[in-house]
């Protein structure tokens, strides 16, 4: 607190004081506490008295002061106004023409209460602009609301138009709704009042604790995180850690968003936000999530400013219709994987739930569908595997006589597989090319709202564990519940790893790492959502099937009679370049060994 504003207290108080004194008779004016001018974390707003008992002229002397020109817009009763569509439910206020409530209505919580994604409660979202005097929240202003209905381009659309008028000018806040949409369209706009604002740029303060929303809190606290766009284009986040993090942004950023696991809540620009300077941390309330805020300036162009909220659930190409880059709220994986999940499963998974509406019947035939299109991959790895496994008793006879030299037999080894026509890696060649598909279901699955509260047999929700078994206690890294779906894809890969180390020729640790994996991965999947659990055990099975299916196709001494053919063929073929500078580079290497 400066020295003016300190002078200004204790006059202010000393009026106060003489007109209780020598005036006011009824009611007794509470005693004034002294405020120190030395304490810079007290404004002289913060130091008015209880209004109770206080005349209404020296209320008015303080919003006068207080406010200027605008004191007329505090005064006032709120009014609540409702904005609302197939989908979403937004309750308004008249006081600061503020956002109380949003309502999701075809979403419920776990518990199966009402979604509400804005809470008064839990939200708070403030916008300040410069005066003369100071800035002003207006939270604290009155508007005269008014509702329309209107139909533009055959698309019926809802809006609330919040007007504080005065003779020098007038703010204005307008609220656009459209049908079907999660978005809702603001404008500011700010006339006359010259002299009186000053400000170049709004400030909104805006800040949220995240209610529990889903049964798995640790899985949602993963999953929910502070997102923003910069303006050049570039998709940034402050992670999902769990411990507090903070970040302020010199460039112009287009939009941001609270993130959840299944839903969104965003502020997008008309133009660019400014000085954002944003925060997020975790409680130790077992029901909140996360606690985020974020500050930031909205420029005012001509007297005007334009943003978007968006309120609403994560699905990819809902957010992708918002704005660029508001996808990304939605993690479908690491680059060399995202691709499979942008591009195929997305539109597969919308197509297929057209016709079927089991979500269980849609994963089985997402798995039949991706099975069949990498068939080819799959039967030529498994010629591939099928050839090192007939060639086997000369590998073996090759290990045994140059078993004390390792180099050695390592060129012998490609001279063997040379004269054969067999490649070492075309059985793990197609193998690694289906991999995307596999790892990026591993995104798809647990961020995939269409699951959410979808059950299928004894799975109550396929968006998080299926809580066959609760335990009465903790296994560490497993946890206190039996996933029968994770038990069963276990199973699977364990028959799976049995089954084709008869069709390799792995030996040693690497023939035992096929058993060990499985296991690891029960401990890891057991709280992963049922969804994923029951893809990867119906990939196993078709997998089965697949290689079933081959093998009456495919008989051992046909490939033997192949592969001798190629013997004979290439008894006088030359090497080619890439053999002789693999040669080269292990003779090199050996040498290196010697010295």
Not at 88 to 96: A, E, M, Q, R
Not at 335 to 341: K, P, Q
Not at 416 to 438: A, N, R, T
Request: proline share 4%; charged share 20%.
């Amino acid at each position: 607190m400066d020295k003016n504003q300190a002078t200004g207290l204790i006059l202010f108080a000393a009026v106060i004081l003489t007109y209780s004194i020598f005036f006011a008779t009824s009611p007794e004016i509470p005693s004034v506490e002294t405020t120190s001018p030395t304490d810079s974390t007290t404004t002289a707003a913060e130091a008015i008295l209880p209004t109770v008992g206080i005349p209404d002229s020296l209320l008015d002397l303080e919003r006068q002061r207080k406010f200027g020109d605008l004191a007329p817009f505090t005064l006032g009763e709120e009014e609540e106004l409702i904005l609302e569509n197939e989908v979403v439910k937004i309750t308004l206020s008249n006081k600061g023409g503020s956002i109380k409530e949003v309502l999701l209505k075809n979403y419920f919580s776990w518990k199966n209460e009402p979604l509400f994604l804005v809470d008064s409660a839990q939200t708070s979202l403030n916008y300040s602009i410069d005066t003369r005097l100071g800035p002003v929240n207006l939270n604290e202003l009155y508007f005269v609301p008014e509702l329309s209905l209107q139909e533009i381009k055959g698309v019926k659309q809802q809006t609330v138009t919040f007007t504080a008028s005065s003779p020098s000018g007038q703010l204005t806040q307008k609220y656009t709704l459209k049908e079907g949409e999660y978005s809702l369209e603001k404008s500011f706009e700010i006339q006359g009042l010259q002299g009186i604002v000053t400000a170049k740029a709004i400030q909104i303060d805006w800040k949220d604790q995240i209610k529990s929303q889903e049964k798995d809190l640790a899985e949602s606290r993963r999953k929910t995180q502070v997102n923003y766009y910069l303006a050049e284009g570039s998709y940034e986040n402050l992670g999902i850690s769990d411990d507090p993090e903070e970040a302020k942004i010199a460039e112009s950023v287009k939009w941001i968003s609270f993130s959840q696991r299944f839903f969104t809540a965003g502020i997008i620009a008309d133009s660019v936000f400014q000085e954002v300077e944003l925060t997020q941390s975790t409680p130790t309330d077992s029901s909140l999530v996360r606690s985020m805020t974020a500050r930031f300036f909205l420029p005012i162009q001509g007297g005007q400013a334009k943003l978007t909220y968006y309120f609403g659930p994560d699905k990819y190409k809902t957010l992708k219709a918002v704005t660029a880059g508001f996808e990304e709220n939605v993690d479908m994986g690491y680059f060399f994987v995202s691709w499979v999940n942008k591009y195929i499963i997305v539109h597969l998974f919308e197509f297929l739930e057209k016709y079927f509406n089991s979500y269980g019947v849609i994963i089985i035939l997402i798995v039949f569908l991706i099975k069949l299109i990498l068939s080819p991959l799959t039967y030529k790895s498994y010629i591939g595997m099928a050839k090192m496994r007939v060639i086997k008793p000369e590998i073996d006879e090759l290990k045994e006589k140059y078993a004390d030299d390792a180099t050695k037999m390592q060129q012998e080894q490609m001279k063997l597989f040379s004269q054969l026509g067999v490649s070492p890696i075309s059985g793990c060649l197609p193998l690694v090319l289906q991999m995307p598909f596999l790892f990026a279901m591993f995104f798809f699955f647990p961020n995939a709202i269409e699951l959410r509260q979808e059950s299928f047999l004894w799975a109550e929700d396929l968006s998080t564990y299926d809580e066959f078994i609760k335990l009465p206690f903790t296994i560490p890294f497993y946890g206190a519940h039996v996933s029968l779906f994770t038990l069963l894809m276990t199973i699977s890969q364990v028959l799976y790893a049995h089954f084709n180390n008869q069709l390799t020729t792995a030996t040693g640790p690497m023939k035992n790492l096929g058993y060990i994996m499985p296991v690891v991965f029960m401990f890891v999947l057991n709280s992963f959502p049922a969804g994923l659990n029951f893809y990867y055990f119906m990939s196993n099975i078709f997998t089965f099937g697949q290689q079933a299916l081959i093998k009456l196709f495919v008989d051992d001494t046909k490939i033997r009679q192949k592969v001798e053919e190629n013997k004979l063929k290439n008894v006088d073929k030359k090497k080619s370049k890439f053999q002789q500078r693999l040669e080269d580079a292990m003779k090199v290497a050996a040498a290196n060994k010697k010295k």
